[in-house]
């Protein structure tokens, strides 16, 4: 068991440009979430994959925010036109069909 | 709608005192999951418990406690002998599925800061 792992760590985009973080769950587990998690706030739902069927993306903040999970592995978040306002840490976490999630180390993303 | 609230921002003890973090929780479901996670300094949300709404037993396991009231709608968790490795920041969460299948939602966490 290798953990969620999420990459890069940090990124530091200009404000209008398009980011793309990647996470890649534990191997046997079929439920991928992404959360938000501004300073002094706990994580925020965004989104839920169920192998790779997005089964809830009415949390996703703006139609900038989309994610994508091709093959039921790895999943990707990208927002485009990035605004100030986006910066925060991008988790991800994984579970298998019943049971905990297990969360990665987050993306931190600064937007300048 | 789901609500967690954590009301205690932050809490500093000396080490080896006794520490409770309260959760008080809103929700319509009748059938509900609560958990607590731990995010370190190092910032990854290590999972400590998971209760439904059927069990309304209280919890134990080595240094941390767990009070599960329903008529309170509150799950209060309490480090025994604190220690300064318990510093942290304390989320209290509901979903109402067991495997949180519609996203946890979170409370804004409770700073712990134990002082040696």
């Known amino acids: 068991d290798t953990g969620v792992s999420q990459d890069p760590r940090h990124k530091i985009t200009k404000r209008g440009q398009n980011v793309t973080f990647r996470c890649d769950p534990i191997?046997?587990?079929?439920?991928l979430y992404w959360y938000r998690q501004t300073l002094g706030q706990g994580p925020e739902f965004l989104t839920y994959f169920q192998n790779e069927a997005q089964l809830e993306k009415s949390r996703l903040l703006s139609d900038r925010f989309s994610a994508e999970r091709p093959k039921g592995s790895f999943s990707t978040l990208e927002i485009q036109r990035t605004e100030q306002g986006d910066s925060a840490m991008y988790l991800c976490a994984s579970s298998p069909p019943v049971g905990k999630q297990y969360f990665g180390p987050g993306t931190r993303l600064t937007v300048t | 709608a789901q609500k967690v609230t954590q009301a205690q921002t932050e809490i500093s003890v000396v080490e080896k005192e006794d520490v409770t973090l309260d959760c008080v929780y809103e929700?319509?479901?009748?059938?509900?999951?609560l958990f607590w996670y731990k995010q370190p300094p190092s910032g990854e949300l290590v999972f400590l418990i998971r209760r439904n709404s059927f069990d309304e037993q209280n919890e134990i396991s080595g240094r941390y406690s767990w009070n599960f009231q329903k008529s309170t709608s509150s799950f209060n968790f309490t480090i025994t002998a604190s220690q300064v490795v318990d510093s942290a920041v304390y989320f209290c969460?509901?979903?109402?599925?067991?495997?949180?299948?519609?996203?946890?939602?979170f409370g804004k966490g409770t700073h712990l800061i134990i002082q040696p």
């Open positions: 191997s046997e587990h079929n439920r």
């Open positions: 969460a509901l979903s109402y599925s067991g495997g949180g299948a519609d996203g946890l939602t």
């Open positions: 929700t319509r479901d009748t059938t509900y999951y």
